[in-house]
T-cell receptor
Framework: GENVEQHPSTLSVQEGDSAVIKCTYS??????FPWYKQELGKGPQLIID?????GEKKDQRIAVTLNKTAKHFSLHITETQPEDSAVYFC???????????FGQGTELSVKP | NAGVTQTPKFRILKIGQSMTLQCAQD?????MYWYRQDPGMGLKLIYY???????DKGEVPNGYNVSRSTTEDFPLRLELAAPSQTSVYFC???????????FGPGTRLTVT
């Protein structure tokens, strides 16, 4: 079955710097790659997603890139702000049943 | 729209007790999911449903049971609770397998 590895597990940056989180997946049939943000005490919330027919997608300060050949995808956050501090999860899905397999999470801390 | 609601928010169970975690959504989504999240870990899929009357196992189904008699509700049943089931449980729903999953606020369960 699908396996998703996420790195790093913790990331600390200064406000205004960029942050990059990387994920690799094992199932070449996976075709949907969402990123979720989880704030303390809350459920995860989708921030951006990408499908296998697209190499890059951007939404304001957030971008995601996908390399299907290497089976990895990355989240890029530019001009980080303290409110970006949270746990970020990548996920992959290729199953028609909609089973998302999540990475282990990255705790991002943005220091003012 | 209330989105996805979960009850209770917190619960302490003794070993061997049983309980049902409630989940409801008002977005008319066919797909619903139950995840558990252990400290410092990603989300693991317990069970999911693709519509009323149809359920299937996820990655970690042992010790749990589900039913889906209506589109709106997807309760998770724990029989004979064990300390290993101490976790935070999230319910989610989506329009389609490869679209955003909307998460509830979670239920924090402790088994002692």
């Amino acid at each position: 079955g699908e396996n998703v590895e996420q790195h790093p597990s913790t990331l600390s940056v200064q406000e205004g710097d960029s942050a990059v989180i990387k994920c690799t997946y094992s199932d070449s049939a996976s075709n949907y790659f969402p990123w979720y943000k989880q704030e303390l005490g809350k459920g995860p919330q989708l921030i951006i997603d990408i499908r296998s027919n697209v190499g890059e997608k951007k939404d304001q300060r957030i971008a995601v890139t996908l390399n299907k050949t290497a089976k990895h995808f990355s989240l890029h956050i530019t001009e980080t702000q303290p409110e970006d501090s949270a746990v970020y999860f990548c996920a992959a899905s290729g199953d028609q049943g909609g089973k998302l397999i999540f990475g282990q999470g990255t705790e991002l801390s943005v220091k003012p | 729209n209330a989105g996805v609601t979960q009850t209770p928010k917190f619960r302490i169970l003794k070993i061997g007790q049983s309980m049902t975690l409630q989940c409801a959504q008002d977005m008319n989504h066919n797909y619903m999911y139950w995840y558990r999240q252990d400290p410092g870990m990603g989300l693991k899929l317990i069970y999911y449903s693709v519509g009323a009357g149809i359920t299937d196992k996820g990655e970690v189904p042992n010790g749990y049971n589900v039913s889906r008699s209506t589109t709106e509700d997807f309760p998770l049943r724990l029989e004979l609770a064990a300390p290993s089931q101490t976790s935070v449980y999230f319910c989610a729903s989506s329009y389609s397998p490869v679209y955003e999953q909307y998460f509830g606020p979670g239920t924090r369960l402790t088994v002692t």
